[in-house]
């Protein structure tokens, strides 16, 4: 079992920056990818960002591409979310996940989620 702690998540305003990190524990972190999710009221839970076990590969979806980094620590087991020029519809719940898939936007494991507010 994997348990996922993500934390950096509040509020902030537009144009700001917020770094979400996430630890991990329970298996060898390095061996998976890893992924941030977002997920909003009334919106399907949506795939940010991944990054493979070593970080040499990642992938963004176009809505946060150029404004968000994924990056891991595979010294500490953490993965990290550098996000920059928020905007009030980046405001979600923010999911870090493990072994992520990044065609099937499937993770077989989850962290508990950490608000981000965009606000004014």
């Known amino acids: 079992q994997v348990q996922l702690v993500e934390s950096g998540g509040g509020l902030v305003q537009p144009g700001g920056s917020l770094r979400l990190s996430c630890a991990a524990s329970g298996r060898t972190f390095s061996s998976y990818a890893m992924g941030w999710f977002r997920q909003s009221p009334g919106k399907e839970r949506e795939l940010l960002a991944t990054?493979?076990?070593?970080?040499?590969?990642?992938y963004y979806a176009d809505s946060v591409k150029g404004r968000f980094t994924i990056s891991r620590d595979n010294a500490k087991d953490t993965v990290y979310l550098q996000m920059n020029n928020l905007k009030p519809d980046d405001t979600a719940v923010y999911y870090c996940?493990?072994?992520?898939?990044?065609?099937?936007?499937?993770?077989?494991?989850w962290g508990q989620g950490t608000q981000v507010t965009v606000s004014s």
């Open positions: 996940a493990g072994n992520v898939v990044t065609v099937t936007q499937r993770a077989a494991w």
């Open positions: 990054i493979s076990p070593r970080g040499t590969n990642t």
